[in-house]
């Protein structure tokens, strides 16, 4: 085994306790973030070799 690096993952648990301000801050920004990804997503399916500047126009 010479040569090879180890790598180890690591993970953290924490539990958040928002406010009910907050929790309308984290659902509408969570929301925001899973439509800009799943309209990527379905761009990317359409035409799979555009390339990162043609996305990029786009925005």
Request: with cysteine; proline share 2%.
């Amino acid at each position: 085994m010479t040569g090879k690096k180890i790598i180890r993952e690591k993970g953290y648990k924490f539990r958040l306790y928002p406010n009910k301000k907050q929790k309308i801050l984290i659902n509408k920004s969570v929301g925001c973030t899973r439509y800009v990804y799943n309209h990527f997503l379905s761009k990317a399916k359409e035409d799979k070799y555009k390339t990162y500047t043609e996305y990029s126009k786009q925005l």
